[in-house]
């Protein structure tokens, strides 16, 4: 664990002299950091895997009257939402799994939904579920998106894929190339929970190379560990360089 966060630093010349606590708080999650992201009356949210809607929840509970544009590729899920949120007129639900490259592509539905990803679930996982079905979903990158629904900016990015945040963010190059997201919140995975082609533990390096250059490491939060303490995934805040 310590040699991980000290490889994650070194990607941005960041090094730890002395760790000092500050509360007596183990983790932290993203509800505890919109205070500091201190985002906008109406800003724009993007919610890439929403789920069963746990962070339309918490940005709704900020009564800033956030423009939320939540995607949900699992069909009964992404029904779900359309009909708990149809009253509001500030959150969009969109059954699209944000990609690299649009087209086609094979959704593996699990019986936990939370592991749910268009990537195949390793049967050795740390966090192994039942595979339910296996849908045909449509796949559009994040900069297709803004631009065809004339959005110049996002305050915050939310990305929770299931090992396909990397590929998500190359769908994002204009996007995140020309700094017009404020704060990244993304999920990066540890070991070979999904199958991930030859290198199997090299995204969330790839992430950190991919974002380095307009962006900063703020945080890191939310650490999960497997069973026997092998470390499994968690999530990483990014702000825009100034």
Known sequence: MKNIIKNLLAIFDLKV????SVESRVDYSLADLLPILDLPEKGVIIDG???EGQTIELLLKQSRNFNIYAFEPDEILYKL????????DNVNISSCALVNEEGDFNFNIYE???????????SHSVQAS????????????LDSFVASNAISRVDL?????????????????SL?????????????????????GKDKSSDYLNILNYLSDNYVLYTMVDFNYSDNYQFSHCDLLFKRRE
């Open 17 to 20: 002299s002395k760790i000092r």
């Open 130 to 141: 039942k595979l339910v079905r296996t849908s045909v979903i449509k796949g559009i990158t």
């Open 157 to 173: 990015l939310k990305l929770d894929l299931q090992g396909f945040e990397y590929e998500a963010l190359l769908g994002s190059q």
């Open 81 to 88: 939402l359309k009909k708990q949120y149809s009253q509001y």
């Open 112 to 122: 936990s939904t939370k592991l749910s990803s268009i990537k195949d679930l390793n």
């Open 176 to 196: 995140v190339q020309n700094g017009l997201v404020d704060w990244i919140f993304v999920e990066v995975m540890f070991g070979d929970m999904y199958s991930n």
């Open 49 to 51: 895997g929403a789920n």
